[in-house]
């Protein structure tokens, strides 16, 4: 018995893996990898190995509770293109993440640039999972 049948869940774990992926290029050195760890003051090298496995671990979880509560919110506004998904996604991100994280961003006094990395990263994340919600469901 499904306690969520509105939810389309291959759409849910595409998008999540979606995210995490994106990830991986994103903070990739030759993509911002390097002008995220300059401005965090870091070197490769800094990152500890072990653990590093709960880091991506706990990621992916994060990612795909991000797509489920998305295409919860994608399903209660009929966003049912990727057309729509994609500007829910973006609204969400823009919306919740991106004001969120200035906020702290603000008060730890961390630099624009790196917020730009971080929030443009999760910003891009919400468009492509909306995107993908929105054509598959």
């Known amino acids: 018995m499904n306690p969520f049948p509105e939810i389309n869940f291959v759409a849910v774990l595409s998008a999540g893996l ?14 911002l990898g390097n002008a995220w760890m300059q ?5 490769p090298g800094d990152i500890k190995k072990e653990k590093m496995a709960s880091c991506l671990g706990g990621s992916l979880c994060a990612g795909l509770l991000a797509a489920f509560v998305l295409a919860a ?25 991106g004001t969120t994280m200035l906020t702290n961003y ?11 990395i971080n929030a443009g ?17």
């Open 18 to 31: 979606a995210y995490f992926f994106l990830g991986a290029v994103w903070y990739a050195p030759p993509v």
């Open 39 to 43: 401005e965090l003051k870091i070197k």
């Open 73 to 97: 919110i994608l399903r209660a506004s009929n966003a049912a293109t990727a057309c729509l998904g994609g500007t829910g996604g973006l609204l969400a991100g823009v919306g919740f993440v």
């Open 106 to 116: 603000l008060y730890e006094d961390r630099s624009f640039k790196l917020f730009w």
């Open 121 to 137: 990263y999760h910003i891009a994340a919400f468009v492509l999972m909306g995107s993908i919600i929105g054509a598959i469901q």
